[in-house]
């Protein structure tokens, strides 16, 4: 495999986790076809097997880098001097839903990796991306109530109600499609949602 590595154009490995992640988002699915990677990235589909083992690895490569992101971006946004909890929470919901909106298939995607997976690699997953996220939410409530911007939210309840209102709603194409004669996620449909998603959870966590 040695040859398809020095054959292979800068920047392949990144190529093919973007087009792995475009063929999920626009087809609403987590599966891919390595034909079809091949096709749209101008790759060899052998790249897969030298970059990441199998399609199996390939799926785990791209949620490591979907979720390395999201981990990064609340850590900075933790860190932020000058921000009071409320501002930050609603900063964090609102990039929430665009992340989902660019990568709507992650929370199944990591459902399907973890089953798929071994208990140590599941584990890594859980202490890498998870628990990351459900510390920042005990960080800002916990913060929050003692600013008594926030009223008491059982943090471990609160991601999960973060999470399903994101995920069930970025990956229901087909009912958009057959209740509402629309297939389409735009981004002003987007937009809209992001705004009636942050009313929702501020007005239930709000102590005023």
């Known amino acids: 495999m040695a040859e398809a590595d020095l054959t292979a154009p800068p920047g392949a490995r990144a190529l093919l986790l973007h087009t792995a992640s475009a063929i999920m988002r626009e087809g609403d699915v987590i599966d891919i076809s390595l034909s079809e990677l091949s096709l749209r990235s101008g790759l060899n589909s052998a790249l897969v097997k030298y970059y990441f083992g199998n399609k199996a690895g390939l799926l785990k490569a791209l949620l490591d880098r979907d979720w390395q992101a999201i981990v990064t971006s609340v850590d900075a946004l933790l860190a932020k001097d000058g921000w009071d909890p409320e501002a930050k929470l609603r900063r964090h919901l609102w990039k929430v839903v665009d992340t989902f909106y660019a990568v709507p298939y992650l929370n199944r995607l990591t459902m399907r990796v973890i089953r798929e997976s071994d208990d140590a690699e599941a584990r890594r997953i ?16 916990g913060d929050g109530v003692k600013a008594g911007a926030f009223r008491e939210i059982d943090p471990q ?52």
């Open 126 to 141: 859980a202490e890498c991306y998870l628990s990351p996220i459900y510390r920042a939410y005990e960080q800002l409530i």
């Open 157 to 208: 309840l609160f991601y999960f109600t973060v999470t399903g209102a994101v995920d069930r709603f970025f990956s229901t194409r087909l009912v958009l499609k057959h209740c509402f004669d629309q297939d389409t996620l735009t981004e002003e449909l987007r937009d809209r949602y992001r705004e009636h998603t942050i009313d929702i959870i501020m007005a239930g966590i709000l102590a005023r």
